[in-house]
C-alpha cells in the first residue's frame, strides 16, 4: 500500500514537475515541492495529512514521521545583471517533527536536506525546478561561450589578466626609457670623445707654437750676437 501510494505521489509529481505551467508565487512553489519531494529515489512514503503538514518515509536518513511546513520563500534571484534564465528563488522550510534533536545537527541530515528545501523558476520552461538541474542549465550556459562565462572568467581570471597586462605596459615603458638612456649615453660619449680629440689637437698647437717661439728666441739671440761683432768691427 505504501509503495503504490508513492508510485502514485511520483507519477503525480512528475506531471506536475514537466507539463504544468506555473507562477512563481508561494503555492506554485510548494506544490512543485511536493513533487519534488515524491520524486526522491529515496522517498518510500510522502502524503498529505492538510494544513501544511504530511507524513514522511524516507531511507536516506532514515526518517519514518511527520513533516512539517513552516514557511514558504520566494524572492528575486539576484543574477548580477545577466540573464541567466533562474529569475526567482523558491525556499521551502520545514522540519520533522519526530526526528531525534541530537539528529537536526549532523552532517548527514544537513546534506539530505540540501537538496530538499530549494527550488529554481524556469523563466523558459515557466517551472520550479530542482538544483541538479538548475546546476546543469547554468553549466551549459559556461561552456556555451556566453556573457555570463565571460564574467565568470572575469571574476575568476581577471585580475591576473590585469596584472599582466599592466605588468607587459611596465616593461615597455621601461624598455623605451632604457633605450633613450642609451641614445642620451651615446651622444654623450661622441661628445666627450670630440672634445677630446680637440684638446688633443689643441695640445699639438700648443707644443708647435712653443718651439715656434724657442726658434724665434734662438733666431734672436744669433741677431743680437752678430750686432754685437759689427759694434765691435766698427770701434776698431
Known amino acids: 500500500m505504501r509503495i503504490t501510494a508513492a508510485f502514485i505521489l511520483l507519477l503525480l509529481g512528475a506531471l506536475v514537475t514537466h507539463d504544468a505551467l506555473a507562477e512563481p508565487d508561494r503555492d506554485s512553489l510548494v506544490e512543485a515541492w511536493e513533487a519534488h519531494i515524491a520524486a526522491r529515489p529515496s522517498t518510500v512514503v510522502f502524503e498529505s495529512l492538510g494544513d501544511d503538514v504530511y507524513r ?11 513533516l512539517k511546513v513552516v514557511g514558504a520563500l520566494v524572492r528575486s534571484a539576484d543574477t548580477a545583471g545577466y540573464d541567466t534564465g533562474f529569475n526567482y528563488l523558491g525556499m521551502v522550510d520545514f522540519q520533522l517533527s519526530d526526528m531525534p534533536a541530537e539528529r537536526l545537527s549532523s552532517q548527514v541530515f544537513y546534506y539530505w536536506l540540501s537538496d530538499r528545501q530549494t527550488l529554481h523558476y524556469s523563466e523558459a520552461e515557466q517551472r520550479w525546478v530542482d538544483t541538479a538541474a538548475f546546476q546543469a542549465s547554468i553549466s551549459d550556459i559556461y561552456s556555451g561561450g556566453s556573457s ?10 581577471g585580475i591576473w589578466v590585469i596584472i599582466i597586462v599592466l605588468l607587459a605596459f611596465a616593461f615597455i615603458a621601461i624598455g623605451r626609457q632604457a633605450k633613450k638612456a642609451r641614445s642620451l649615453m651615446d651622444e654623450t660619449a661622441e661628445i666627450n670623445q670630440k672634445a677630446r680629440e680637440n684638446i688633443d689637437r689643441a695640445e699639438g698647437l700648443q707644443d708647435e707654437v712653443l718651439a715656434i717661439a724657442r726658434e724665434n728666441r734662438d733666431l734672436q739671440s744669433e741677431n743680437n750676437a752678430l750686432l754685437e761683432q759689427m759694434l765691435e768691427t766698427l770701434k776698431k
Not at 56 to 66: R, V
Not at 148 to 157: H, I, K, R, V
Open 148 to 157: 555570463f562565462g565571460a564574467l565568470s572568467f572575469m571574476l575568476n581570471y
Open 56 to 66: 514522511l518515509e524516507d531511507s536516506d536518513l532514515p526518517y519514518e514521521g511527520e
